[in-house]
């Protein structure tokens, strides 16, 4: 057999059993309110889908994986939903800012359609200044918890301080001091007085 046809056959078969770059595309992003500079401590809502791309010909997700959920709102509250062909299979209400879906939920024959419904409700972080923050972060990560494909898909705002009421620094009003000096030209003054009556 030819030689090059063996080379050809070989990268052909690399090709079909490499796993495909696998992603998590966060789509259908609704954030109210939707400005990109959001003041500390105002409520947002955050709607969105997360497309789960199949990463080899096997599975639609590594079932030992986990797809890992974050946020940097304050006291978030998370209601998560793994969807297969627009079947909601598990539901996940939660708390904190960090939130774990086991891949067993989101693993299935690659024929199948699958996704993650998230909806996220918290508020914006108290900062010193304007600096962007993380509304959600998607990420993927082994068993080792190290992100299987680089860095997390992050949907991001800034956060900017708002006019905080500072406290008066207006003093009552005291009794003026006398100054030494004043009380000393109003002795001698009345004593030169005094002196002059009597002479």
Known sequence: ???????????????????VLAEHPIENITLIPGADFLPEGLPVNLSATIRIIPPGPTTTFVEWDELVLSTELDNPYWDIAAIADQHRVAVTPAEGQVVKIPGYLLSYNPGRQVSVSVSLMGTVPFVKEPRSFVVLSVDEQNDR????????D??????????????STTLPPTQAAVSPVV???????SLVILWWKIH
């Open 1 to 19: 057999m030819n030689p090059l046809r063996i080379i050809q056959a070989l990268f052909l078969l690399t090709i079909l059993f490499l796993p």
């Open 154 to 167: 992050n949907v991001s705002r800034t956060a900017i301080p708002s006019p905080r009421t500072q406290p």
């Open 145 to 152: 918890g190290v992100s299987v494909y680089g860095p997390a």
């Open 183 to 189: 009380v000393l030209a109003a002795l001698l003054g």
